[in-house]
């Protein structure tokens, strides 16, 4: 995220800073602020200079910005900001053109992210951008999602539990049951895989790093007042690395799988590689063979089965085999 694409973003931390009244913001801690907010937006920031900051409260002075009425005072052998009026903040004036395309843009990126607590700051802005909208402006990027999905309203109330780590109490019911049960887990890391967000941490029973809780399956959430164990065995940058989807099934190892696909797909899958791992080869123009090394799982098979019609499983022969049952479980559905 470069300098000049932050800056709006930059200017709104600043603001909340200067009229924030309960708390002495001196220098440094503004760095930190915008820093830790730009990070959480985009986790490759390198960080910003003092200079920038000082350049900011300069143009926020001048004509050109906000004119804002900054007062300078001495706390300690420091100087704190905060501003005249702490009633006053950019947010209440008028927006030119330009402002207003640059947060509509940013908004609509950042609104994805419905439900998670460092975005809620910025939910102030939407009936400001709204009411300065013209009518004839459109949304021109979006991101795939499911604003139907249950669990989503959770995504905010576990991110908080990770970050603080709190052991949590879920009543969980699985789409395979038809009464909950209650779990115990130390949250470590949320996962979104085709449209569905996961809750993977640590669960005491069975003694498992990795045990994931489909968000859309849970049913009430507590904190419980217990001591909280930390992550030492996953690291969760590779941990996905082995595995389409979330799934690790207990005790598999990696193994080699060569599938073949067949008419369009074949050009598809050249265009959009299934995993990391993928070797692709050419048997004739009408077969592409690709090699994978993977762990076989639920979310491997599902992906299998949707291209039913144009894809055989070459190896390994238990996953032909199980590819094949369903098939057939499938085709007598409509017999």
Known sequence: MSTNKNAQIRYLILDNCFRNTGRRYFIEDLISECNKKLQEIDPEFKGISRRQIFDDINFMESSEGWSIDLLREKGGKKVFY???D?????NNMPLNEIEITRLQS????ISQFKGMPQFEWMAELLPKLKQNASA??????E???NVYLNGLDKIGIIYNTITY??????NYLPHTCEASFDVIIHPYYLKQYNNRWFLLGYNPLPDRYNWNLALDRIQDIKELDAEFIPNTEIN??????DIIGVTTPFGQTTEKIILHFYGKTAYYMLSKPIHGSQKAKWIDKEILEIQLELM???EFEQFILSYADSIKVIQPQSLADKIKSRLSNGYNLYI
């Open 106 to 109: 940013t908004l609509q990126l």
């Open 236 to 241: 969760w940058q590779d941990y996905f690395e």
């Open 86 to 90: 702490p009633a006053f903040s950019i």
């Open 82 to 84: 905060h501003y005249a």
């Open 296 to 298: 076989v799982n639920y």
């Open 165 to 170: 780590k709190k052991v949590l109490k879920i």
């Open 136 to 141: 004839d402006s459109e949304v021109i990027m």
């Open 143 to 145: 991101f795939e999602s």
